[in-house]
């Protein structure tokens, strides 16, 4: 069974379309998160999310809106899309304690044309 | 959190030992030192953690100095398998809520030969 699952694996769209990103995960944990990994392949983190507590990068544009719906999933919302939001997104989730690990899915990758 | 300094790059051969080295000068006393891999067209994977002692798992070994402003991650026999980046992280164990983020560095790429 796949723990951290996010769908589409691969996006492509238009600049100024509004798309969004799902994922789940079958963990039991309690803490979601969403990475962003650009053509230079930093890894960097957007959103935090924990029992309706939402931490958030303070350089990830406001287009950008994490939402979920139970603790199992963590979806990502981007409005407005741009060439610069071009990227490979990873979910992950872990429990809250410092000393767990985090789980990743697979990536997303989006393509803005 | 404190910064890491890892080398970018290191080669080793199919079946031999690799030691993967990372500086952590700034450590403060309540980090954890955790080490994730990224395969190619994967997410990053968990490798190993540790506080102050030495740990070993069926992945890896994790070597920490005794003043712990280094660490080394240890594989015992690389394979194919195990070329990725590798990345050396350090978690404040205070953090207990959605603020227990990783902060990924620029790894080191790991590259086995056969």
């Known amino acids: 069974d796949t723990a951290v699952s996010q769908t589409p694996k691969y996006l492509v769209t238009q600049m100024g379309n509004d798309k969004s990103i799902k994922c789940e995960q079958n963990?039991?944990?309690?803490?979601m998160y969403w990475y962003k990994q650009d053509s230079k392949k930093f890894l960097k983190i957007m959103f935090s999310?924990?029992?309706?507590?939402?931490?958030i990068n303070e350089t990830v544009p406001n287009r950008f809106s994490p939402k979920s719906p139970d603790k199992a999933h963590l979806n990502l919302h981007i409005n407005s899309l741009e060439l610069g939001d071009s990227a490979v997104y990873f979910c992950?989730?872990?429990?809250?304690?410092?000393?767990?690990?985090?789980?990743f899915g697979d990536g997303t990758r989006l393509s803005i044309l | 959190d404190a910064k890491t300094t890892q080398p970018n790059s290191m080669e080793s051969n199919e079946e031999e030992p690799v030691h993967l080295p990372c500086n952590h000068s700034?450590?403060?006393?309540?980090?954890?030192i955790h080490w994730y891999r990224q395969l190619p067209s994967q997410g990053p994977e968990y490798v190993i953690h540790?506080?102050?002692s030495n740990v070993n798992n069926r992945m890896a070994s994790l070597a920490i100095a005794e003043d712990r402003k280094s660490s080394t991650l240890i594989l015992h026999r690389a394979t194919l398998r195990d070329a990725a980046v590798y990345y050396c992280?350090?978690?404040?164990?205070?953090?207990?809520?959605?603020?227990?983020?990783?902060?990924f560095g620029g790894g080191t790429r790991l590259m086995v030969k056969p």
């Open positions: 999310y924990n029992n309706k507590e939402l931490i």
């Open positions: 992280i350090l978690r404040d164990r205070g953090k207990h809520n959605a603020g227990n983020m990783l902060t």
């Open positions: 992950a989730s872990s429990l809250r304690n410092s000393n767990q690990p985090q789980h």
């Open positions: 700034t450590i403060s006393g309540t980090d954890y």
């Open positions: 963990l039991g944990h309690d803490t």
């Open positions: 540790g506080l102050t």
